[in-house]
């Protein structure tokens, strides 16, 4: 039961161009929607979030958009560095509370110098 | 910037042995989590936990797992009887809100859980 999906399991993108990671969910329910960032031996670390009230958020490099009546939401780096490689997930919460979040499987972005 | 510390980093067990995870979430953080990621898998929910005890649980959190909080500043999760299929990365997590906006959630570096 995938609730969230990130349907490219890697992406591979030049140094200074932009990366697009892609992810869409099935729980209307979802109201809070946040990306990780995940290096080889360390947890999920946090990157930006969107509530559902929103269509876009921006945070320097870093913007996510949200398209709610496609459930949609993609995460933006631009330009891309060498050290954005990493692991990103999608994650989606519904109603506040002491709730889990729910991940998608994550995207390796590979930076190509 | 304050952390979530996690131990150990790795632990090698038998099946049928019980295993303790412990996790020392930030200080000022009212609410803890544990995630699992088994390996090639996505991250998985398995508990939440709020003012001493569980808010939430997920299908995986059955009567194998239990979570307890044992002084003001530990949050252990134990496997009573461990099987193969529990081998993962297990990972510990605090926030200091509940509601969407701050549950923002930091996580530790993860225990990494082999069973033989």
């Known amino acids: 039961d995938q609730q969230v999906k990130q349907n490219s399991p890697s992406l591979s993108v030049q140094e200074g161009r932009i990366s697009i990671l892609n992810c869409d969910y099935t729980?209307?329910?979802?109201?809070?929607f946040l990306w990780y960032k995940k290096y080889p031996a360390e947890g999920p670390t946090f990157l930006i979030s969107?509530?559902?009230?929103?269509d876009k958020n921006e945070d320097g490099r870093f913007t996510v958009f949200l398209n709610k009546s496609a459930k949609h939401l993609s995460l933006h780096i631009v330009p891309s560095q060498p050290g954005d490689s990493a692991v990103y997930f999608c994650?989606?919460?519904?109603?506040?509370?002491?709730?889990?979040?729910?991940f998608g499987k994550g995207t390796h972005l590979i930076i190509q110098p | 910037e304050p952390e979530v510390t996690q131990t150990p980093s790795h632990q090698v067990t038998q099946m049928g042995q019980e295993v303790i995870l412990r996790c020392v979430p930030i200080?000022?953080?009212?609410?803890f989590y544990w995630y699992r990621q088994i390996l090639g898998q996505k991250v998985e929910f398995l508990v939440s936990?709020?003012?001493?005890?569980?808010?939430?649980k997920s299908e995986i959190f059955d009567d194998q797992f239990s979570v307890e909080r044992p002084d003001g500043s530990n949050f252990t999760l134990k496997i009573r009887s461990t099987k193969l299929e529990d081998s993962a990365m297990y990972f510990c997590?605090?926030?200091?809100?509940?509601?969407?906006?701050?549950?923002?959630?930091?996580f530790g570096a993860g225990s990494r859980l082999t069973v033989l």
């Open positions: 936990f709020y003012n001493n005890e569980i808010s939430e």
């Open positions: 200080s000022n953080h009212l609410y």
């Open positions: 997590a605090s926030s200091w809100g509940g509601s969407p906006g701050a549950n923002v959630l930091t």
């Open positions: 994650a989606a919460n519904s109603g506040g509370g002491a709730d889990g979040l729910t």
């Open positions: 969107i509530s559902s009230i929103k």
């Open positions: 729980n209307s329910m979802f109201d809070y």
